[in-house]
């Protein structure tokens, strides 16, 4: 069975630093991989998927992700953080034929 | 620009009263998924349908909860009799014929059962 683990629920940061938000899979088989932002009162967004080929996926907002196999983690990167990027972000997996697996979450606070 | 909507965006009722929620998948989605959302437990899968037949309501309570889709437009979520721990707010998903599972949510529906 497919399984996430976010590390930290709640992360704080400085308008300008660097944004890491951890996640670590389990999966007997090659697992698609995800992470979704969730801006208040609204719905699931996608931010980046993994699905197969390159390891760093590039996705919206200047965010991106590398798929570490040897260390069964897909980590959450953004070089410099900004206000707007204050939101609660869910990492999820994945395999053919499944439903994804959501982590708890992970609040990303945006300090001035 | 094709989105998931859901109605109502917000529900207030009493504790006893049934609530319908309502989604509308993305055009051409065969799979609809349920979530519901509390500040206690996150995002909890209810149920899943794929081209329109449940395929995993596990996570629903049966006794109260059910899950239906009349036809490939219309997603129902209905609760009978609420009670106030069914508080939440209850997400749909839809996904496409694509293997990789990729979902797009729908804003949501606020529910408040007093």
């Known amino acids: 069975a497919q399984s996430v683990t976010q590390l930290g629920s709640h992360v704080s940061v400085s308008e300008g630093a660097l944004v890491l938000l951890r996640c670590n899979y389990s999966s007997s088989v090659p697992p698609y991989l995800f992470w979704y932002v969730q801006y208040p009162n609204q719905g699931l967004q996608l931010l980046l998927k993994y699905t197969t080929g390159a390891t760093l996926v590039k996705g919206i907002n200047g965010f991106e992700a590398e798929f570490k196999k040897s260390e069964t983690s897909f980590h959450l990167t953004k070089p410099s953080a900004h206000m707007s990027d204050a939101a609660e972000y869910f990492c999820?997996?994945?395999?053919?034929?499944?439903?994804?697996?959501f982590g708890k979450g992970t609040t990303l606070s945006v300090s001035s | 620009d094709a989105r998931v909507t859901q109605t109502p965006r917000d529900k207030v009722t009493e504790m006893g009263q049934e609530v319908t929620m309502r989604c509308q998948p993305i055009?051409?989605?065969?799979?609809v998924f349920w979530y519901r959302q509390t500040m206690m437990q996150g995002l909890e899968l209810l149920a899943y349908?794929?081209?329109?037949?449940?395929?995993?309501d596990s996570g629903m309570p049966k006794d109260r909860f059910s899950a239906e889709m009349p036809d490939a437009t219309l997603a129902t979520l209905k609760i009978q009799p609420s009670e106030p721990r069914d508080s939440a707010v209850y997400f749909c998903a839809s996904g496409g014929q694509s293997s990789y599972n990729e979902q797009f949510f729908g804003p949501g529906t606020r529910l408040t059962v007093l």
């Open positions: 055009l051409g989605h065969n799979t």
């Open positions: 349908f794929r081209n329109r037949a449940p395929l995993d």
């Open positions: 999820a997996v994945s395999v053919p034929g499944t439903a994804l697996i």
